[in-house]
């Protein structure tokens, strides 16, 4: 039998009424002939719930059980999802990360899927089980322990499924029926995209357009996997919702395809560091081995022996990162006057593939967020992608501003 894969997010199974839509959605497909395996998330809002207990409990935490507890939203959807197919007469089983098992590397709360053997489920399809439900965002690590991919996760474990077992697709059900220009939350005049690139999309996700997880799509871009994005609250045709392909397969696009943001960033700035070589490994060392993901950095033109270091990164990593750079302080490794966290900022970044041809667009992203009066407080470019680090509360005035000036709800 062909194989689907069809993944639900926290909204898709927010409650038993959307299970039973999910459900159904599942057994269209089955009803064609497919064997399916459907990847849930936990109920929405189900692992903000569960995060926030984990940093009252111990705000540096041990990850380990960070992933004991955040992994166990997704084994509630899963055997809901698995009874109400029952109760449909869909034959189905639901699976844990580590039954499968869903090997993973070790690094708790951001682990990368190695393995997904697919001997177990498949015995199962062999026997007449019609859908395999897997509790998405989990694994095992080699020391026999659950891990998590990160937020967003189940996106890859779809993905991964996906690539595991050929399947002819992998469709990702969520709240909104594709991938926009922007967040059509943020932006009313963002538009739907049929196709977007992959490596389009894997810059979007990156740099913050949740609606798909950054390691889904490079798994997909790697294993060649035909992805769909499209909404579960429609009634979907076969060419609904949104493809993610290769550049290829795409005739016209606009030179700026989408605007992403990221409204979770911190800015650092270490004020008066003694300048030497090797001061950047010593600072952003300890800052790695602390498990920070540093983004942007500037460092400013060194006097007298003494400059500034800025760099940026998520918002609940500052404890973490002020407790490396102190702990470096202290060792001796580093010398420096002062840390400054600024916990008000936003990522806002122009993303396109034509962005590589053409010149320009810097420019016009400067020009527009100056006639808005916003200022830019750091600024990176990459061959498609540029992004400003901006006061957070002109992030929704930004990426509405950039999507006016690129225009983007017009289609090439
Ligand atoms: P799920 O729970 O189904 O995984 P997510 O909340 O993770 O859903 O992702 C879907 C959300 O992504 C949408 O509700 C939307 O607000 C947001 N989003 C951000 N950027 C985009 C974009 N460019 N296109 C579509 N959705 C986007
Ligand atoms: N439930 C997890 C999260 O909220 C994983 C996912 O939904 O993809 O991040
Ligand atoms: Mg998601």
Known sequence: ???????????????????????????VEVAKGYDVI??????????????????????????????????????????????????????????????????????????????????????????????????GFQGLSPEGR??????????????????????????????????????????????????IAFEEMLELASLGAKVLQTRSVELAMRYN??????????????????????????????????????????KMTLISVADRPGIAAAIFGPLSEAGVNVDMIIQNIAEEGRTDMTFSCPTDQVARAEKALQDAQDRGEINYHDLVADTDV????????????QSGVAALMFKTLSNEGVNIKVIATSEIKISVLIDRKYMELA???LHDAFELHKAA
């Open 1 to 27: 039998m062909p194989v689907l894969v069809m993944k639900f997010g926290g909204t898709s199974v927010a409650n038993l009424d959307r299970i039973r839509r999910a459900a159904k959605r599942v057994g």
């Open 38 to 135: 459907v990847i849930v998330s936990a109920m929405s809002g189900k692992t903000n719930e569960l995060v926030g207990w984990v940093n009252e409990t111990s705000p540096l935490y041990d990850a380990r059980e960070y992933d004991a507890v955040v992994s166990s939203g997704e084994n509630v959807t899963a055997g809901l999802m698995a009874l109400t197919l029952q109760e449909m007469d869909v034959p189905a089983r639901s699976w844990q990360g580590w039954q499968v098992p869903v090997k993973t590397t070790a690094a708790h709360s951001a682990a990368r899927i190695e393995e997904i053997p697919s001997e177990n489920i498949n015995a199962k399809f062999a026997q007449g089980m019609k859908v395999a439900v897997v509790a």
């Open 146 to 195: 659950i891990t998590t991919l990160g937020r967003g996760g189940s996106d890859t474990t779809a993905v991964a499924f996906a690539a595991a077992f050929d399947a002819e697709r992998c469709d990702i059900y969520t709240d909104v029926d594709g991938v926009y220009t922007t967040d059509p939350r943020i932006a009313s005049k963002a538009r739907k995209l049929d196709k």
């Open 225 to 266: 996997v035909k992805l769909r994005v499209l909404s579960s609250f429609e009634e979907q045709s076969d060419d609904a919702g949104t493809l993610v392909c290769a550049e290829e397969e795409i005739m016209e696009s606009n030179v700026v395809s989408g605007i992403a943001y990221s409204r979770d960033e911190a």
């Open 346 to 357: 936003a990522k806002v970044s122009a993303v396109g593939i034509g962005m590589r041809s």
């Open 399 to 401: 990426v509405q501003a």
